[in-house]
Nanobody, 123 residues
Framework: QLQLVESGGGLVQPGGSLRLSCKAS????????IGWFRQVPGKGREGVSS????????NYADSVKGRVTLHRDNARNTVYLQMNSLKSEDTAVYYC????????????????WGRGAQVTVSS
């Protein structure tokens, strides 16, 4: 069973930066596309970014485009979500997820999920 663990969340001031990591426990990490999603209380999970299994393709939500960069290190079984110029509306629990097909930004197509990391943007 593939397990995913997010890290790097925390409290940051508006305009600040955070880097979230998603580490996978599998010998076949390079078979999986990874997606990042976020959720606030009372709302569904929103796609933030996704990356193909090789890292050659990435997708970004319009709400984060230009502020977020996603890349992966398959040798370390880890995906990194660099978030800059953070805004209060970026406050959410951030989840990474994995699937063995294309890197869509739809939460319903991902089979494996981490437990989430809280990101709070506040002064």
């Amino acid at each position: 069973q593939l397990q995913l663990v997010e890290s790097g969340g925390g409290l940051v001031q508006p305009g600040g930066s955070l880097r979230l990591s998603c580490k996978a426990s599998t010998f076949t990490f390079d078979h999986y596309a990874i997606g990042w999603f976020r959720q606030v209380p009372g709302k569904g999970r929103e796609g933030v970014s996704s990356i193909s299994n090789s890292g050659g393709r990435t997708n970004y939500a319009d709400s984060v485009k230009g502020r977020v960069t996603l890349h992966r290190d398959n040798a370390r079984n880890t995906v990194y979500l660099q978030m800059n110029s953070l805004k209060s509306e970026d406050t959410a629990v951030y989840y990474c997820a994995a699937r063995m097909m294309s890197c869509l930004m739809r939460p319903d197509v991902y089979a494996y999920w981490g437990r989430g990391a809280q990101v709070t943007v506040s002064s």
